[in-house]
Nanobody
Framework: QVQLVESGGGSVQSGGSLRLSCAAS????????MGWFRQAPGKEREGVAC???????SNADSVKGRFTISQDNAKNTLYLQMNSLKPEDTAMYYC?????????????????WGQGTQVTVSS
């Protein structure tokens, strides 16, 4: 079992920045792929950025050059630095984990989820 708790969401103006954090506890953190996903009202949940146990990173095209995923294994914490935020980034952001599944950022392959943190970007 893996428990995930997100924090750091909020409301910002277009062009602003936020850093999301996800504290993980439970089973061995280093054998898991971790990722950030988001879901806007009326839309399907989508992968934003993921990192596997080999530190290979996958980013959605819509966030490349603006968002950066990172992890601190000593603190069992996953981060998402979000810069140059746009109104279309407004969504509930979720942290997720799956054992192995190297290179995956597919929503359906992740089986541990946090409760989410809301990000709202105003124009």
């Amino acid at each position: 079992q893996v428990q995930l708790v997100e924090s750091g969401g909020g409301s910002v103006q277009s062009g602003g920045s936020l850093r999301l954090s996800c504290a993980a506890s439970g089973n061995t953190y280093s054998s898991y792929s971790m990722g950030w996903f988001r879901q806007a009202p009326g839309k399907e949940r989508e992968g934003v950025a993921c990192i596997d146990r080999y530190r290979s990173i996958s980013n959605a095209d819509s966030v490349k050059g603006r968002f950066t995923i990172s992890q601190d294994n000593a603190k069992n914490t996953l981060y998402l630095q979000m810069n140059s935020l746009k109104p279309e980034d407004t969504a509930m952001y979720y942290c997720a984990a799956v054992r192995y599944r190297d290179g995956s950022c597919l929503t359906g392959e992740y089986n541990y989820w946090g409760q989410g943190t809301q990000v709202t970007v105003s124009s």
